[in-house]
């Protein structure tokens, strides 16, 4: 029989690609991951790791025993948790949430969820998809509110990690400018022309997107100031610090001051959904289901034209 323990220690090992950092992870030895991965290939009677002067790596069989491995983490989380509810009479939901998306949507799918279900305990995680997503397939989130960029989204029709994708809305990106610049009063406005500008950004996967965009422009985007809250960011431009991309669900009330202009193709957007866990308890599906529909109610709500300027 597989031991659960050796498992983790795989686990680990994958997450870091080395036996020195996953020992350090576990507190161990490195030599004690070594055993302990070596036992694990004992009992299954195949290599689970191939080792290299460039690290370890999975192999075929250890790709496989992780993908089962987080699911046996996951359902021990779902039942941990369910055996909690059942000691306190209440059912609980985490949620993961970027910070725009849960501000916007969030509340109003809440609302009538949590008076109509009074036994319901909601908690909420603040987290960027990179981090949510992870959580829901480890079992520390029941649902994830996310995001991604143009292109595929990040859990694909028949993915083993335990996770479904459901698309909710476009949040496409807008020019941020002071309401004195020279493109404050256009229709629209090609890249190509802010290749002299100087650039706030609101999210740091912002910055990636900015850089990938400006490279097809034939230019790179000079950045003064990097942040983490679009707020910020928007005040920045006001003070004319620079220029901004910022998603429409940040601009539900752009500081007095500020032109929003759409960008001419291609515009960017972000593409948002839920993502949520297949092996979710079934004490807890009936309520993800509910916050589901809120959640679709609340996007569709929200205008598709021009965010407002607080002018």
């Known amino acids: 029989m597989i031991d659960v323990h050796r498992l983790r220690v795989l686990r680990e090992v994958a997450r870091h690609g080395s036996f020195n950092k996953a020992a ?8 004690a991951v070594s055993q302990q991965i070596a036992a694990l290939e004992r009992t299954l009677g195949a290599d689970v790791v191939s080792r290299s002067t460039r690290g370890v790596h999975l192999t075929e069989s250890g790709r496989l025993l992780v993908e089962s491995a987080e699911a046996i983490a996951a359902e021990l989380q779902h039942v941990q948790r369910q055996i909690a509810d059942l000691s306190t009479g209440t059912t609980r939901l985490t949620i993961a949430t970027f910070t725009s998306g849960g501000r916007r949507l969030l509340p109003e799918a809440l ?7 009074p036994e319901l305990e ?4 603040e987290h960027e998809p990179e981090d949510s997503l992870p959580l829901v397939r480890s079992g520390g989130a029941d649902l ?3 995001y991604h960029f143009d ?8 993915d ?3 996770l479904e994708w459901t ?3 476009d949040d496409p990106l807008w020019l941020v400018l002071p309401d004195g610049h020279r493109m404050a009063g256009a229709a629209e406005v090609h890249l190509a022309d802010l290749a002299e500008e100087r650039w706030v950004l609101g999210c740091l996967s912002t910055a990636g997107l900015l850089r990938d965009l400006a490279a097809l422009a034939g230019f ?3 950045i003064s100031c990097s942040a983490t809250d679009y707020f910020f960011a928007a005040s920045l431009v006001g003070a004319g610090v620079g220029i901004s991309l910022l998603p429409q669900l940040a601009l539900d009330q752009v500081p007095t001051g500020l032109a929003v202009v759409p960008l001419a193709h291609p515009r960017p957007s972000r593409h948002v959904g839920i993502a949520v866990s297949t092996r979710r308890g079934a004490a807890v599906r009936p309520y993800l289901d509910l916050l589901a529909v809120a959640l679709r109610s609340a996007a569709d709500a929200l205008s598709a034209g021009r965010p407002g300027a607080g002018h």
């Open 24 to 31: 350090g992870a576990l507190r161990c030895t490195p030599s």
């Open 111 to 117: 609302r009538g969820l949590c008076a109509a279900h």
């Open 122 to 125: 909601v908690a909420i995680l």
């Open 144 to 146: 994830a509110l996310a």
């Open 151 to 158: 292109g595929p989204p990040p859990v694909r029709p028949g």
């Open 160 to 162: 083993r990690s335990g």
């Open 167 to 169: 698309p909710l809305a």
């Open 220 to 222: 790179a985007p000079r």
